[in-house]
């Protein structure tokens, strides 16, 4: 677990920065193969970069880049054959530990008697491979909505202590990109057992390898490499440099200050004209966490389950009472949105729920940015009433 | 009754709390006190609304007649409570009945010479109306509270 | 590091890789058996529920479970009944939906599965040495008689003690027999009121705000208790602050959709609380401003 991983990390922050080359990489997924991991991560699939179960480092996206803006994502060919120039992909590591559909139990009725069974919980042990710093961030979060409050969610603890992670840090960012204003990367800094970054062009394609716990370096220990010189280091650090500094967007400073005090703001009707409500901001979002259950029976009624999906406060029904819904308005949907993920989050969890990956800026169908919401309920704010002398 | 008798009995009544004397006495000479027994009618719907009662003890129960069916009670008024604000507006004629349901003491008061005072003591008028507006707004807002819980209680 | 130690590894953390869940896993029904059902009024039921396992239940006035029809569904209801007893729970439940409807065909011996108990309780002790004033209406009576019953077993330690309740008309007044006994006592006022009435009704006829108004007690020293429908809360506010009572001392409940009861599913979010966990037990004050804003 993450503070598990922190803790570790403090312990191995002292060792120094190694590097591997493309076939390293190769032999670092095998190996991880070998020891009983599946290894999960990103891939060409249906015109976007999905995280899937790699068969070896082939599957990786070689020579792929996104395009992102309000509304649009595009795969493009780059101008080399990196594997992680790519940024985010519309599914986040969500799936993974917060599937969006699951049995939570099983029931079986006997005249009128009944018995219940929790689910089995299926939790194999898996990479992430190609983790970037606002998803580790989001895994943060989620971390401390299923494990860290008064109650823990049994399915996601068993995936999380399953999970080796791979962390990658970001040498591109898209439009969409604004972790630098979240404060989340675009370099990862701790929840991670190996972290990565890619060098590739001039002639080389390597990459300057870390251990973030003690079990990811002992996985260094067991691979091909060399030491990295002080210009493999330069170029690493540049590499991240460049992707902090080409980001366009930002959410503003306080962003949780404004919404609170312009809960009643009159931009809310104005965005709520733009937005669909089609749910998508929520499904790719990768710390959105609201769900729905669904009773199942068959059809004599003795064999029954409970199902546990994703939900999205976009819909009607996620407010349902007796009698009707409680958020009827578009406006009052979106601003449960934005206000739960920018705002009352904070009172919730202790953070924003915001790690600025950009997703649903990108998987918008009508380009709705939320920073950009953001600054305009800002800007629409009546001025503070001035003092009466 | 004497109406210096009546006159200190206005006063005492939480609805005329604070009245300059000159005007509890005015109104003492249009009032005199009645008692009703269980059951009896104090006033009745469609007819002219030419008094105005406080109850001083007892329970009054305003009721709409409904031909065929048991009248319904939509009002229970006791004691500090007054019945009855047709008088004040045209036609003065009453839309409900009230009822005393328990052994109950009214104070009576001739609404109709009432009004014509007003005409000639506008000061009365006034002073009279200001209290009688935020009964009506109670009993209004009383009104609404119960018909919102009853729609919202049907879904 | 061998490929057995790092399944082991992995192994080692507890819960991980395949295993059953918890059998204390809060998302999963404990099975009851309905001992007793009583029809209070039209669509409204209680039951008595009694545990299969024969452990101990435990909950608090104000807090709800989630109550299970097999093969139907869960609904988050607010225990009713009296909160010492640890063998059995009372939930009063009124037929309005599909889940609940079904829960109404159920006879005595049926089976069905409880979750709980979740949220926020009603504060007894903040009610020491003042007034207690209890407003409610309709079926908002049940979440505050199990904080009822408590309130009379410590009746020293309060000052008056009010119940002012209201109800559509005479045929649907919840726990009749509760208030008939709570009116023979001479330590506490019980003001039934109807919105309307047959002929020759003795009691009050006229809202709760109203009821409220004619009944005695200390604003400046009184805790007052609100449990009816959201819409009609403020009324109740208002006319408690016409009788100087400040919102600090005002405690209500709210509803909202409820999946899961332990903060997971989002549904019951109220500004920055989730209702399963902050509520649904709040005092006024904390939510007053929140409570002005609509569709939150």
Redesign the interface.
Known sequence: ?LTQSNGVAAKVAQRPAEVIDRAGLGALISLLQ????RVIGPQVGDGAIVYETLASADDLPAGWLDEQSPGHYRLVRGPDAAVFAHTVGPQGWKRVLFPPRQT??E?E?DG??????????????TVLLGVRACELAAIAIQDR??LE???????Y??RR??LFIIAVNCARSTSTCFCVSMQTGPKARTGYDLALTELCGGGRHDFVIEAGTE?GA??IE?LERRAAGPEDLAAAAAAVERAASTQTRAMPPDAEGILKAN??STHWNEVASRCLNCTNCTLVCPTC?????E?V?DLG?DH?S?ERRW?S?FTLD??????GS????G??RY??WLT?KL??W???FGSSGCTGCGRCVAWCPVGIDITAEVAAIAAAAPAAPKDKR | MSTSTVTALLERHRFFAGIPERMAVTIGEFALERKYAM?EMILRQGEPADNVYLVCSG?V???LYAPGR???????L?AGDVVGWSWLCPPYRWSFDA?A??PSTLIDIDAAGLRARFEVDPALGYEVLRRFVPVMA?RL???R??M???E??R? | ?S?PE??S??QA???????????L?????R?FRVEHVRREVKDVFSWQLRPLDGAAVQIAPGQFNMLYA?????VAISVSGDCSDDSALVHTIRA??TV?RAMAQLQA???V?VRGPFGSAWPIEAGYGKDVVFIT??VGLAPLRPLIYEVLKRREKYGKVIITY?S?GVDDILYERDLHTWRGRFDMDVNV?V????????????????AV??STFEGGNAIAFVC??E??TL?AVRALQQRGMTTDCMYTTL???M??G??????C?F????MC?EGPVYRFDTIERLFA????
């Open positions: 677990m070998s020891d009983g991991y939570l139990w029931g009725r009128s008697q009944f018995s219940i069974e929790p689910a089995e919980i299926e939790a194999p042990p909505v299923f409050g008064a109650y823990v969610d049994a399915g603890a068993a202590a399953a079990r002992e996985v067991r809960l009643e966490f609201c769900s729905t259950v009773d029976t009624g029954f409970r939900d406060c996620h407010s349902y009472i007796h009698g409680v958020r009827r308005e406006a009052s601003r449960q739960h705002a009352h904070h009172d919730q | 059951e329970l129960s305003v009721e048991d009248p319904v009670v939509v009002e229970g006791g009822r349901v328990e109670r807002s009383s009104a509270e119960r919102a819980e009853c919202i209680d879904s | 590091m490929p790092t399944v590894a992995v953390v507890p819960g991980a890789v395949t295993q059953p869940a918890s059998a896993d809060p998302m999963v029904p099975a097999p093969g139907v569904g869960e309005v939906g609940t011996g049926a089976m599965g209406g309709t209201g559509r009121t919105h309307t009435a047959p002929t020759g009704y003795r009691g009050l006829v006229g809202s709760v705000a109203e108004n004619r009816r429908s819409a009609l009324a509803e909202r959709s999946k899961c332990i903060g997971f599913c989002g549904h979010q500004g920055p609380t989730f966990k804003i609509r569709e939150l």
